[in-house]
Nanobody, 127 residues
Framework: QVQLVESGGGSVQAGGSLRLSCAAS????????VAWFRQAPGKEREGVAA????????????YYADSVKGRFTISQDNAKNTVYLQMNSLKPDDTAMYYCAAGRPFNSLTPPGYNNWGQGTQVTVSS
């Protein structure tokens, strides 16, 4: 059974940092896209960061939403089947449930094509 398990969420003050982890079992990130999405109550799920875990693609293999560029960094450890999201300079607008996803998407920052999802980890940023 394929499972993705997120961890590392919590409550922080604005300007603080958190690192989220996504551990995979029954699934290998190699040659797949991995991504982080987030969703706040009453809002649509949005792509935050995505990374190709195999060979580097033409034009770059890492993509970020404009709202998090320069603040968030996605990385991977294939040996541990784990993907990370380092979040710095957090803002109250970053408050959401964060989900890890993997698959072969049509667009790296949109849900279609991501066939595996974690349960989510809550991030709360206080002003």
């Amino acid at each position: 059974q394929v499972q993705l398990v997120e961890s590392g969420g919590g409550s922080v003050q604005a300007g603080g940092s958190l690192r989220l982890s996504c551990a995979a079992s029954g699934f290998t990130f190699s040659s797949k896209w991995v991504a982080w999405f987030r969703q706040a109550p009453g809002k649509e799920r949005e792509g935050v960061a995505a990374r190709y875990t195999g060979d580097i693609l033409a034009g770059g293999a890492t993509y970020y939403a404009d709202s998090v560029k320069g603040r968030f960094t996605i990385s991977q450890d294939n040996a541990k089947n784990t993907v990370y999201l380092q979040m710095n300079s957090l803002k109250p607008d970053d408050t959401a449930m964060y989900y890890c996803a993997a698959g072969r998407p049509f667009n790296s920052l949109t849900p279609p094509g991501y066939n595996n999802w974690g349960q989510g980890t809550q991030v709360t940023v206080s002003s």
